[in-house]
Nanobody
Framework: QVQLVESGGGLVQAGGSLRLSCTFS????????MGWFRQAPGKEREFVAG?????????RYAESVKGRFTISRDNAKNTVFLQMNSLKAEDTAVYYC????????????????????WGQGTQVTVSS
């Protein structure tokens, strides 16, 4: 359906910042909901943030990251960003970009099972 490639992960100290990027291709981007998920060792994959590509305005965040993370897009570059500020040790995880074909939808779904396309993941490690 769509191909996704994440980048921008790395090692940072608690309180620091990182910006993740997800570049996608293969389909008309306006039809997709873009999401960021993360998975820590021994934990289930969880929703972090989501965005409706068509407008870039409708967003949704996990409670654990509200006020610290921001999802945005660059329409010209077919790229979705996740700006992560005030990072905590518990943010350590592999972060995945995902896409859901969702024409005419306005809601941002949070279940990983509803996203069919995934990137390979990028590691974010926050030291404390």
């Amino acid at each position: 359906q769509v191909q996704l490639v994440e980048s921008g992960g790395g090692l940072v100290q608690a309180g620091g910042s990182l910006r993740l990027s997800c570049t996608f291709s293969g389909r008309t981007s306006s039809e997709y909901t873009m999401g960021w998920f993360r998975q820590a060792p021994g934990k289930e994959r969880e929703f972090v943030a989501g965005l409706r590509w068509s407008t870039g305005i409708t967003t949704r965040y996990a409670e654990s990251v509200k006020g610290r993370f921001t999802i945005s897009r660059d329409n010209a570059k077919n790229t979705v960003f996740l700006q992560m500020n005030s990072l905590k040790a518990e943010d350590t995880a592999v972060y995945y970009c995902a896409a859901r074909l969702s024409p005419r939808e306005s809601i941002i779904y949070t279940s990983p099972a509803l996203f069919a396309s995934w990137g390979q993941g990028t590691q974010v490690t926050v030291s404390s």
